[in-house]
């Protein structure tokens, strides 16, 4: 019973204040670049800052984008993407740039279908949505949540827009047909992310790369029978939001 309210707790918390947000048009695209601009280039200083106010780089044309709304304010709080390779040629940016960071022969990209793999990447959240003295700390911008003030007793403390931010990009890429995912975190986010089940493997020795960043893996079966009852039911009315959007979407064309 206490499992029961505790997922509903989580997800009616969630879906009360914020919702997920695919964006598929230009306009929407534009407002994750935006996002991207004032975390990746004007708060952390990773990307040099542009005249147009908006990040973008050449993997944005093989992605898929998504954000996360604040619904009190109306605005847009954090935004995602994963990359995909569906073209002869393309590759993922942790192929391209950390290739000699993965140490695990078995999960290399290069061994698996171009059409069923991803990397969630690009993960930002505004300032103005991390304004709790838990969430000021170096990597909050990224999604890391703080060891030090969260535990898994305390999930009602989890700052659901980064945690909401790796549903929405599990979300895109299983209803994508993806069967391996792969990311560049600080090893501290991969370690935080098993407070609510999400296990990513470990793929090799952490490198320097916009801060200390390893590669991980990841696949549907794994994230799916890893979480923790509360999370899945997040994930489930994250997953529902984000098709009912595609639906609507498709019938307006």
Do not use: W
Request: proline share 6%; hydrophobic share 40%.
């Amino acid at each position: 019973m206490k499992a029961n309210s505790d997922a509903q707790n989580i997800a009616s918390h969630f879906t009360q204040f914020l919702q997920p947000v695919f964006a598929d048009s230009p306009e929407l695209k534009n407002e994750v670049f935006k996002i991207r601009h004032n975390v990746y280039c004007e708060e952390l200083g990773f990307e040099p800052v542009r005249h147009d106010g908006m990040e973008t780089d050449e993997f944005d044309q093989q992605s898929l984008f998504a954000m996360i709304k604040h619904k009190p304010s109306d605005n847009f709080a954090s935004c995602v993407r994963i990359v995909r390779t569906l073209n002869e040629g393309e590759l993922l940016p942790i192929e391209k740039y950390c290739a000699a960071a993965i140490e695990n022969p078995a999960l290399d990209p290069k061994n698996f279908n171009r059409n069923e793999i991803c990397e969630i990447s690009r993960l930002a959240v505004r300032s103005e949505f991390r304004r709790r003295r838990t969430d000021q700390f170096k990597g909050s911008a990224t999604g890391v949540i703080s060891e030090h003030n969260y535990s898994e007793k305390e999930l009602r403390c989890f700052p659901f827009i980064a945690i909401g931010l790796y549903m929405v990009a599990a979300s895109m890429a299983i209803d994508s047909g993806i069967k391996h995912v792969y990311v560049m975190m600080e090893p501290r986010l991969a370690r935080s992310m098993k407070f609510v089940g999400i296990k990513f493997e470990p793929l090799g020795t952490p490198v320097e790369y916009h801060g200390t960043r390893g590669p991980y893996y990841i696949n549907p079966d794994i994230f799916l029978s890893n979480l923790t009852p509360g999370f899945r039911a997040l994930y489930d009315a994250i997953h529902d939001d984000l098709a009912k959007q595609l639906i609507a979407t498709a019938t307006e064309n």
